[in-house]
């Protein structure tokens, strides 16, 4: 079979299993109302938690910064491509984590994939709760350490397994705090006494709980930071520009500086989202407003949804899922909620365990409890009229 012949018999079984997967396009930046391929939605899809992205003074923090340092960092920060600016902002990222150091790097995704390849190898264990990010499970793979996952939150499940390892293995435990399809949180105390029981480090990712929880909005982990060895959190959800952090002890930062190969063999991020983090992680330690918001319009958009009789699984977060199991019935479910003026977005397998496809609903601080409620009544009539609530 050819090449082309492979790639084409690829895309028609995935097209066959409604799980083709494709582009539209925003018409406005961010906001609570969007305009997506001609239609005005009500957006509860985006990870814009705070409403930061369109924040004018980010945008200007940006602007001030490309002028200063350019469009382009021009090389690896190791290189030339290390201003004041970032030096700074790292200062500053540590300083609101209560961590002696952190360190930026281009994306979340590229910071798990970092991390985890540059302190595992092969001889180590890793123990990655079964619904943490794809790019924690990539992570491990590119490290080649020996990967055991243990049941979503099952803690039972992780001892027995860190039982089942010889002690003078290394060990790693990896967790989302917040899970980024469930909405649901992990069990952080108990895993710093399992990990401190088994001798391993700890790592957290706090893509969805920077800038929401914790005093100051630095996130879950904050109450036990200094007992959490690593801690990794994104600047693309709530601080609403790009990035990541990775924070942590000096060793651990000087360690990840010298191995990390997605921080040594890239070009340093541009000054302009360095700029506007900076700004951004002052407004979030400032406004405490946007959080309480937040969780308001969480527990709202939850809490009705529950009522009207939908299976919102363990979600207790901004992230609502409608859990409703087949593709199928979740393609169309999304469709008819967009015909009606809803940005609900379907996510299925590989993002989400087979036969668990989902509409995934996220509120921001500046949704209007009308919205939602109307969202809710709308979201219901349809999900009775499909035949997803009975
Ligand atoms: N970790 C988690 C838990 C995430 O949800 C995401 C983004 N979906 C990432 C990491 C990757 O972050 P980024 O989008 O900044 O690459």
Redesign the pocket.
């Known amino acids: 079979m050819s090449w082309y012949q492979y790639l084409q018999n690829e895309l028609a079984l995935r097209e066959e299993r409604q799980q083709i997967r494709k582009l539209h396009v925003t018409e406005n930046g961010p906001d609570c109302w969007i305009t997506k391929d001609g239609k005005r939605l009500l957006n509860l899809a985006s990870?814009n938690y705070l409403g930061l992205a369109g924040d004018k003074r980010l945008i200007e923090a940006a602007i001030e910064a490309a002028s200063l340092y350019g469009a382009g960092a021009t090389a690896s920060r190791l290189i030339v491509g290390n201003y004041p600016l970032y030096e700074e902002t790292e200062q500053d990222i540590a300083n609101w984590k209560g961590t002696e150091r952190a360190l930026l790097i281009g994306?979340?995704?590229?910071?798990?994939l970092g991390a985890l390849s540059a302190l595992l190898g092969r001889n180590d264990v890793v123990y990655s709760d079964r619904l943490?990010?794809a790019?924690?499970t990539d992570g491990i793979i590119l490290s080649r350490a020996e990967q055991k996952r243990y049941k979503h939150n099952d803690l039972e499940h992780l001892e027995k397994l860190l039982q089942e390892t010889p002690a003078n293995k290394r060990k790693l435990i990896v967790t989302?705090t917040?899970?980024?399809m469930d909405g649901d949180t992990a069990y952080l105390r108990e895993l710093v006494h399992i990990k401190e029981k088994y001798n391993a480090l700890l790592m957290v990712?706090e893509?969805?709980a920077s800038g929401v929880y914790g005093q100051n909005g630095a996130g879950l982990a904050q109450e036990l930071v200094e007992r959490i060895d690593l801690h990794?959190g994104?600047?693309?959800?709530a601080l609403g520009c790009?990035?990541?952090y990775l924070a942590g002890s000096k060793l651990l930062m000087e360690y990840l500086t010298n191995t990390m190969r997605s921080f040594i063999f890239t070009t340093g991020m541009p000054p302009s989202t360095v700029g506007s983090i900076k700004r951004a992680v002052e407004i979030v330690r400032d406004e405490s407003t946007r959080r309480a918001l937040l969780m308001q319009n969480g527990t709202l958009l939850r809490d009705l949804l529950k009522q009207a009789g939908f299976n919102t699984g363990g979600s207790s977060t901004h992230i609502v899922p409608i859990v409703i199991g087949s593709n199928e019935a979740t393609i169309s479910f999304s469709q008819m909620l967009q015909e009606k003026g809803i940005a609900a977005i379907a996510v299925r397998p590989p993002t989400v365990p087979e036969n668990s496809s989902r509409i995934r609903l996220t509120v921001t601080s500046e949704h209007k409890p009308e919205e939602i409620r109307e969202a809710v009544k709308l979201i219901a009539e349809t999900g009775l009229r499909e035949g997803v609530l009975s």
Do not use: Q
Not at 234 to 237: G, H, I, P, Q
């Open positions: 990870n994306s979340g995704y590229t910071a798990n943490n990010h790019s924690i989302d917040v899970f980024s990712d893509a969805h990794m994104t600047f693309s959800k790009s990035g990541a």
